[in-house]
């Protein structure tokens, strides 16, 4: 499959509004380990070969597990997620198949059980950004290197 379009030379200021929000979610102080979690389920969901490629990678330089990356897809039946990233995959699911869940009530209280409102907050910001980085480049092909 080729590349479709360079989305960023097309639409100028485009990767830069995209870097400013991922650069919020970065400095959010959301667990690093977490994070790569969330990129990766979602990229999953979304069919992003793109950023499976990437976060896969980042994600076992933050020292992730093969055995946890691997298990990403049936986090639901694996026994070694802890609540924290249980909640917060549930909650990353929910988001990204959105137009299906409308984010229910309980797995947005399930992640309140175990962050607070601003952790919820950073945690959905991380997730729209994800998706949003997905849709960019399942759209545009965006290629894996």
Same mark, same amino acid.
Request: aromatic share 6%.
């Given at each position: 499959m080729e590349a479709r379009m360079d989305i960023y +030379?097309? #639409?100028p200021g485009?990767? +830069?509004a995209m870097m400013t929000l991922q650069t919020f979610v970065d400095n959010s102080g959301l667990d690093k380990t977490l994070s790569e979690l969330i990129k990766i389920r #979602?990229? *999953?969901?979304?069919?992003c070969v793109f950023c499976l490629n990437m976060h896969t990678k980042d994600a076992r330089k933050q020292g992730e597990?093969? *055995?946890r990356i691997y298990g990403l897809n049936a986090w639901h039946e694996a026994p070694y997620y802890t609540d924290k990233e249980r909640a917060a995959l549930a909650l990353t699911e929910a988001v990204t198949l959105v137009s299906s869940s409308h984010v229910? /009530? /309980?797995v947005y209280n399930a992640a309140l059980a175990v962050f607070t409102p601003e952790e919820v907050a950073t945690i959905t910001m991380a997730i729209v950004t994800i998706n949003a980085w997905n849709r960019i480049a399942v759209t545009s092909r965006t290629q894996p290197v």
């Amino acid at each position: 499959m080729e590349a479709r379009m360079d989305i960023y +030379k097309l #639409a100028p200021g485009s990767l +830069k509004a995209m870097m400013t929000l991922q650069t919020f979610v970065d400095n959010s102080g959301l667990d690093k380990t977490l994070s790569e979690l969330i990129k990766i389920r #979602a990229s *999953q969901i979304n069919g992003c070969v793109f950023c499976l490629n990437m976060h896969t990678k980042d994600a076992r330089k933050q020292g992730e597990t093969e *055995q946890r990356i691997y298990g990403l897809n049936a986090w639901h039946e694996a026994p070694y997620y802890t609540d924290k990233e249980r909640a917060a995959l549930a909650l990353t699911e929910a988001v990204t198949l959105v137009s299906s869940s409308h984010v229910p /009530d /309980d797995v947005y209280n399930a992640a309140l059980a175990v962050f607070t409102p601003e952790e919820v907050a950073t945690i959905t910001m991380a997730i729209v950004t994800i998706n949003a980085w997905n849709r960019i480049a399942v759209t545009s092909r965006t290629q894996p290197v």
